[in-house]
């Protein structure tokens, strides 16, 4: 009996929309992170305590703190604590609103327009990656707003739990989503470097419990690289998107121009 012939397995692909409302408005939600480090420097600048505050030995959640006094062994006051946890809760909205908003789809292809995805994507790494990435930035998010919303002088253990969730879950979104764009745009080697260098300094604290001459140093070679990260991360998916949005609307515009209309 003859061979039955093989008949090759056909996949089918789809488009994703790179022009959607929705995923513009989730670009910008993720690029809004960046507002954290314009509010940490307004609230730095109005410090009260009786020593400058330093970002070399200060540690970030000081700057939370609604109580002045002796905190841990630290004296701390910050009389615009209340801009520094709304930073906190607007940039835990921001990662959280991207992740709910920005598909799986547009991150596996960073947004570029006209690349076609495999629409059964079972067992392919880059989908596993852009949906992680999509949990764990989620995840980042969720944890800083618990952040803002429980600060470090309530000695409540939630606070702490809500700082590991956004280091931990935010350095590794961005090893993710660097990884999966190192061939894709320009800023995939400064997503991946910036996850690398929070990662390096996440385990170095572990290792150390922050007991290193310059813990705020250590603590915002954790934070900062996320909040950049993010930042371009989103404005890479943000102007991507923005002009296939552009594109889109003069070809219909040439498109009635055509009919008359």
């Known amino acids: 009996m ?4 093989q008949v090759p397995a ?3 692909t789809f488009l994703p929309d790179t022009a959607s409302t929705r995923q513009y408005i989730g670009a910008w939600a993720v690029l809004s992170v960046v507002q954290y480090l314009v509010a940490e420097a307004a609230v730095i600048g109005a410090w009260a305590g009786p020593a400058p505050y330093s970002r070399r030995t200060g540690l970030i959640s000081d700057l939370g703190a609604v109580t002045c006094g002796i905190y841990d062994g630290r004296s701390i006051c910050s009389p615009l604590h209340v801009l520094m ?5 607007v940039q835990g909205l921001g990662m959280l609103l991207g992740a709910l908003l920005l598909s799986s789809a547009l991150l596996r292809v960073a947004a570029r327009a006209g690349v076609r995805v495999a629409a059964s994507h079972t067992g392919e790494v880059p989908w596993y990656t852009a949906v992680a ?6 995840t980042a998010g969720t944890g800083t707003i618990i952040v803002g919303l429980v600060p470090e002088d309530m000695e409540s253990a939630w606070h702490y739990a809500g700082a590991v969730m956004y280091f931990i879950a935010g350095s590794l979104a961005l090893l993710l989503l660097g990884t999966l ?7 995939g080697w400064f997503v991946l470097a910036a996850g690398g260098v ?3 300094a996440l ?3 572990a290792v150390a419990g922050l007991d290193v001459p310059e813990p705020g140093t250590l603590e915002r070679l954790m934070a900062y690289p996320i909040t950049m990260g993010l930042s371009a991360a989103g404005l890479v998916v943000a102007q991507r998107v923005r002009k296939e949005r552009q594109v889109r609307k003069a070809l219909a515009a040439r498109a009635r121009a055509a009919s008359g209309g």
């Open 2 to 5: 003859a061979a039955a012939a």
């Open 10 to 12: 056909f996949r089918a």
């Open 85 to 89: 946890n709304t930073s906190f809760v």
């Open 133 to 138: 990435v999509r949990i764990l930035t989620g």
């Open 181 to 187: 764009w190192l061939r894709q745009s320009p800023l």
């Open 198 to 200: 929070s990662t390096a």
């Open 203 to 205: 385990v170095t604290a």
